[in-house]
């Protein structure tokens, strides 16, 4: 078991060097010359070679290729030019924005996602089959940055219910004190639900907008999965043995067709992470998506390359974890291997 | 196999939803061939006198900031929008196919090396790779349509790669093989046409990921730049309009990407029904 | 209909005009046509017939698991003496009617420990606690021969070879104490060997525990191996139904003959093997009332029209034919 897990985490290695690559590739594409950005609008011909000197832009790529690594091993992101702060510390600050979005959706595609399929798949055909499949087909086809901007109208705009898409939280509220940096968790803990509720009005719309996105995959492999697992010989056998229908279902059944979903969830959870960007835009919302998208129209590309590897580096790290907890749920793969 | 009868009874069976995506299919393309040449208004020239007007007859979609007609702009933004994608997506589609085929015929440290690029491409969320790759190429379409090319490059890959390996020890490919036949035309010849109609359905769902995809980038400010019309940019333009109440900026061209992204999922289904009517 | 034994009263199974439709159309003919059949506590019956012939419905219709797109429709249909028409198969499967499946492997959850399967079982239809029912399980294991039962209570069924998980499919099936045990082609793809050893297994649990069992077969050398009494079945139709000896000594009807004709060891040698004309007919509107017409070498008008009154003798021995021998 123990080097099943070492296995899977060594299989995820050449994943994070392959991200560390592309990134380091990516923004040496720049078009035109990075130093002359760095250096600014109005610097003379000595303090952009000077810059490039700093910056290590006149070593060869290679050379530049293992500061680079070297960088990231000791943190350095470098620094961003709008806010003069290292970018390390510009994303750890705005990590908890995008973080508690980000998983809200997932939790919420989840709960949404998964008993949707799940009565899909013990009453085919019938109005909850062909809903599962309309919301699935129309939760794939939907902009999410448009279904944003349509509930925002409608729930903000026209019925007054949602309060104004200024943030994670209106202005007149201090935020609670730093547990989990889950704001919606910690102002629970300290017990203050005014608070709380005005936290999580701020994040509903969002967390229903990028969450939608993730109900149809999740729904559908769930449905697709449950299907086969209960018109399979051991269901069969079960029932025939005559064990009572919850238990036929949620042990027998249930548990075989989690493999495909947890895998399900994983891309789902990658969808997430890209779409975060659109949504915080959408919602004015302080995460490391905005703050990557305001440095890239500003030209300012050091936060843009923090912001891709933190989101790649993550998304390896939610397989690796899908991977592990699969080989916890499912014994077949200890001796399949 | 597929032969002309079977094509033609699959058309007769398929369901009336299928015929209806597929002729709304025809219908978007024909929007995008000709749709600039019947708009009634020039979707770039500005009109102030006629700034933001709600939907009324003479502007059936109302106008926008800059007194500009939008039903035009949206007319107008499919072309560019399906442009953007087809290019896309055919990028994807050959480059793909082209790796797909070699590591899947190849074998060996060659498929190895290729399986680990397509992974890593992978690794990165979708979005977030098209955001760098973007910004890295710089602030132009034809860097949107590369790194919605290159993130959708992938789907094509493997499903070639994986239809490549299982064919290569087929008996009649060995065969040929041995008659002296090079690998590229028994890829060519032999293999591909077997690999074309899955590919088939794939390229129409991703179609419909590839106008997403550039329309959020376009959303963001990536991409398209004013004053050209681009259903993202309308929307974001529309955005700001919204807490002032004028809605039909952002509703129109919102409303026309999300159906011609229906379109295209609804015409992939109808082409696996066609394609392979055992797996609905 | 006339009844097939004398003392009803006792009947585990009681079956009377049993027919299974598949399709909307009350056009469509019944894969399963107008079939009655009884089994009497403790009696060891084969069912005996061609791929196709609706055997395994029948069994999973017994069973209580049958596919809820067939249709079901009988004049009578007692399991244990409840009238499941009426009342359907709550509390009988597992507790009265067990049943044991081909290609068991497949047949048992693969996440699943297989001694927790059969906990799961006895848990389903006896009270007592968790330990006893984990010791319970390890003795169930060990009776139908599994060799270190205690150890093997914790392995999974990918690590069992295909005779290991039928004897398990048998503990489970038998973990309930039903009176009447159903065994379809329970030993196909296993090698001979394993094949008499699970047979003879069933039949020493079947003596021991007075049960009933139901043997489903292709194969009629088995038939006459382990059962007492063999119900022959063709397209959908029980043609003939009567005793081991009666059958394989003066069988009535034609395709019983064939079918005995077909099997190596039933003969003296091998020139007299022959085969069955024909396939097993398709279901339409030129399908005969009795369904083996076309392959039949005895048929004429009568037998397309109209499906034969059965002929009962003073033994029970049953055959629906035109034209006996």
């Not at chain 3, 029948?58 to 797109?69: F, M, N, R, S, Y």
Request: proline content about 6%.
């Amino acid at each position: 078991m123990v080097r099943l897990i070492a296995g899977r985490l060594a299989a995820a290695v050449p994943n994070l060097i392959g991200v560390i690559v592309i990134t380091f590739i990516l923004t040496h594409l720049l078009p035109g010359d990075p130093a002359a950005y760095f250096a600014g609008p109005s610097a003379t011909a000595a303090s952009v070679e000077e810059t490039r000197h700093r910056l290590g832009l006149d070593h060869s790529l290679i050379e530049q290729f293992a500061l680079y690594v070297k960088g990231l091993a000791q943190g350095d992101l470098g620094n961003s030019l709008i806010s003069g702060q290292p970018v390390l510390a510009d994303l750890i600050n705005r990590l908890p924005a995008s973080f508690e979005l980000t998983f809200g959706a997932l939790l919420l595609a989840v709960v949404i996602g998964i008993p949707l399929g799940m009565q899909a798949a013990l009453h085919p055909g019938s109005w909850i089959d062909r809903l599962c499949n309309a919301i699935s087909t129309l939760g794939q086809a939907m902009p999410t940055f448009f279904l944003g901007l349509l509930l925002v109208f409608v729930f903000y705009y026209l019925l007054g219910w949602a309060p104004a898409p200024l943030g994670r939280l209106d202005s007149m509220f201090e935020p609670p004190p730093t547990v989990t940096t889950f704001w919606t968790i910690d102002s629970l803990l300290v017990g203050d639900l005014s608070l709380f509720w005005a936290v999580f009005s701020q994040l509903i719309l969002p967390v229903v907008t990028l969450g939608l996105f993730g109900v149809g995959p999740l729904a559908r492999m769930t449905r697709a999965s449950l299907l086969e697992v209960l018109s399979s010989d051991y269901v069969r056998t079960a029932r025939a043995a005559g064990l009572p229908r919850h238990q036929v279902l949620w042990t027998y059944a249930f548990r075989n067709a989690l493999v495909p979903v947890l895998n399900t969830a994983g891309m789902v959870f990658s969808f997430l992470l890209g779409a975060n960007v659109l949504v915080e835009k959408v919602f004015g919302w302080p995460g490391i998506g905005a703050y990557a998208i305001e440095a890239l129209l500003a030209s300012d590309f050091a936060p843009v390359q923090g912001f891709v590897i933190v989101m790649a580096l993550f998304y390896v790290l939610v397989n690796l974890t899908i991977d592990v907890v699969t080989v916890l749920v499912d014994p077949r793969v200890a001796f399949d291997a | 196999m597929l032969d002309q009868a079977s094509i033609a009874y699959r058309l007769r069976a398929m369901r009336p939803g299928s015929l209806i995506a597929l002729a709304l299919l025809a219908l978007l393309i024909l929007v995008a061939l000709i749709g600039s040449y019947l708009v009634p208004y020039d979707p770039l020239s500005p009109d102030p006198k006629h700034a933001l007007m709600p939907p009324n007859p003479a502007h059936l979609f109302g106008t926008d900031q800059f007194g500009r007609d939008i039903l035009s702009r949206v007319v107008v933004a499919t072309r560019l929008d399906l442009a953007i994608a087809f290019a896309a997506v055919l990028v994807s589609l050959i480059a793909g196919s082209v790796l797909g085929a070699f590591a899947g015929w190849s074998g060996g440290w060659v498929d190895r090396i290729l399986g680990r690029l397509i992974d890593t491409i992978m690794a990165f969320p979708l979005f977030v790779l098209a955001v760098g790759i973007a910004a890295g190429l710089g602030n132009s379409i034809s860097s949107v349509v590369i790194a919605t090319a290159i993130v959708n490059l992938p789907f094509y890959a493997r499903q070639t790669r994986s239809e490549v390996n299982r064919r290569r020890t087929a008996a009649y490919v060995e065969a040929a093989y041995l008659s002296g036949f090079s690998p590229l035309s028994i890829v060519s010849l032999h293999i591909m046409p077997n690999v074309v109609p899955p590919l088939m359905v794939q390229s129409s769902l991703n179609m419909g990921w590839a106008i997403l995809n550039a329309a959020g980038l376009s959303f963001i400010g990536l991409g398209v730049r004013p004053p050209q019309a681009e259903w993202g940019i309308m929307v974001s333009d529309g955005a700001t309009n919204i807490i002032s109440g004028e809605w039909w900026m952002f509703v129109f061209p919102g409303a026309v990407l999300l159906i011609a992204v229906l379109i295209f999922s609804l015409v992939g289904d109808a082409l696996r029904d066609i394609l392979d009517p055992k797996r609905r | 209909m006339t009844d097939v034994t004398a003392d009803n009263a006792a009947m585990l199974l009681r079956m009377r005009d049993l027919s299974i439709r598949f399709g909307d159309s009350a056009q469509r003919l019944p894969t399963v046509d107008r079939v009655s059949l009884d089994i009497a506590p403790g009696e060891i019956v084969a069912l005996v017939g061609e791929s196709g012939s609706g055997k395994s419905l029948l069994a999973h219709t017994i069973a209580g698991i049958l596919d809820p797109a067939a249709k079901l429709d009988a004049t009578t249909l007692d399991v244990a003496g409840v009238n499941v028409l009426a009342e359907g198969w709550d509390g009988l499967r597992g507790r009265r009617v067990g049943i044991v499946f081909q290609n068991s492997r497949a047949a048992l959850n693969p996440v699943r420990k297989i001694g927790q399967h059969i906990v799961d079982v006895l848990r389903a239809h006896t009270d007592g606690r968790r330990g006893a029912r984990r010791e319970a399980a390890i003795q169930a294991l060990a009776s139908v021969r599994i060799p270190d039962a205690v150890r093997r209570f914790d392995a999974y069924p990918g690590e069992l070879s295909g005779g290991m998980c039928q004897r398990v499919m048998l503990a489970l099936a038998l973990a309930g104490n039903p009176s009447l045990l159903i065994a379809d082609e329970p030993t196909t793809g296993l090698d001979v060997t394993t094949q008499a050893a699970i047979l003879a297994l069933i039949v020493e649990h079947a003596r021991a525990r007075g049960m009933a069992t139901l043997l489903i077969t292709h194969d009629l050398e088995l038939a006459r191996a382990y059962a007492e009494r063999v119900v022959v079945m063709h397209a959908g139709q029980i043609v003939e139904d009567a005793s081991v000896a009666a059958l394989f000594t003066q069988s009535h009807h034609p395709y019983s003959r064939l079918l005995i004709g077909a099997t190596p060891a039933a003969i003296d040698h091998v020139e007299a093997l022959t085969g069955i004309p024909g396939t097993i007919p398709a279901l339409d509107t030129q399908t005969p009332a009795c369904r083996f017409a076309d392959r039949c070498n005895r048929v004429d008008e009568r037998c397309r029209s109209t499906f034969p009154m059965p002929v009962i003798d003073a033994n029970g021995h049953r055959s629906m034919c035109w034209h006996p021998s």
